[in-house]
């Protein structure tokens, strides 16, 4: 089935450091993958998507690429801030609409 | 715009209980679906609501049973409730638009702990 799995944390930055948070996938076929970001005590936002290969979602300066042949959706961005400490979790969809999540990614950052 | 709303916040029960948990969807949105997110870990997907049926279920045991409403609300309910359901239930809208993808907006969830 389909699977998805995330860099390990916690993971801990200074901040105006440059992020990373590797995420590859498993599935048959085309989904379309997800970024999603979870503040303390409130439920999941969406914070970018990619719906084709070569596709770059961005957006409140985090970028992913869709890469294929690397089954591969990583996160970055290039400075990071206080703000940004949440847990982030990858996730695809296949048709249905159904969300197959990693198990999240616990980001701090440190003034 | 209220967005997608969670009753109760936090919820305790004992081992073998019952509980519903209730949902309203996004204005403009007709279709509901339920994950739970166990402690450190993604959300697993439940099942999904779409014109009042099941349209899709995860792999959970009938003790998970859901319902949707002709307004689009929708309730979880968990029968014979075990010390492994303490979990975050997260319920997620959207609207069936028909397109490739449609996004789901999720509510900020009911805690539910399971003595």
């Known amino acids: 089935g389909n699977s998805v799995t995330q860099m390990e944390g916690p993971v801990t930055l200074s901040e105006e450091a440059f992020l990373t948070i590797n995420c590859t996938y498993t599935?048959?076929?085309?989904?379309?993958l997800f970024w999603y970001v979870q503040y303390p005590g409130e439920g999941l936002q969406l914070l970018l998507k990619?719906?084709?290969?070569?596709d770059k979602g961005s957006n409140k300066g985090f970028e992913a690429t869709y890469r294929k042949e690397t089954t591969s959706f990583h996160l970055e961005k290039g400075s990071v801030q206080v703000s940004d400490s949440a847990v982030y979790f990858c996730?695809?969809?296949?048709?249905?609409?159904?969300?197959?999540f990693g198990q999240g990614t616990r980001l701090t950052i440190n003034p | 715009d209220a967005g997608v709303t969670q009753s109760p916040t936090h919820l305790i029960k004992t081992r073998g209980q019952q509980v519903t948990l209730r949902c309203s969807p996004k204005?403009?949105?007709?279709?509901v679906s339920w994950y739970q997110q166990a402690l450190g870990q993604g959300p697993q997907f439940i099942f999904q609501?779409?014109?009042?049926?099941?349209?899709q279920r995860g792999n959970f045991p009938d003790r998970f049973s859901g319902h949707q409403f002709p307004n689009y609300s929708s309730e979880l309910n968990v029968n014979a409730l075990l010390l492994g359901d303490s979990a975050l239930y997260l319920c997620?809208?959207?609207?069936?638009?028909?397109?490739?993808?449609?996004?789901?907006?999720f509510g900020p969830g009911t805690r539910l702990t399971v003595l």
């Open positions: 997620a809208s959207s609207s069936d638009a028909g397109g490739f993808y449609n996004e789901q907006f």
């Open positions: 599935a048959t076929g085309y989904p379309s």
């Open positions: 990619a719906t084709k290969a070569d």
């Open positions: 996730a695809l969809s296949q048709g249905a609409q159904k969300l197959v």
């Open positions: 204005s403009g949105h007709d279709t």
């Open positions: 609501y779409y014109e009042e049926e099941e349209r």
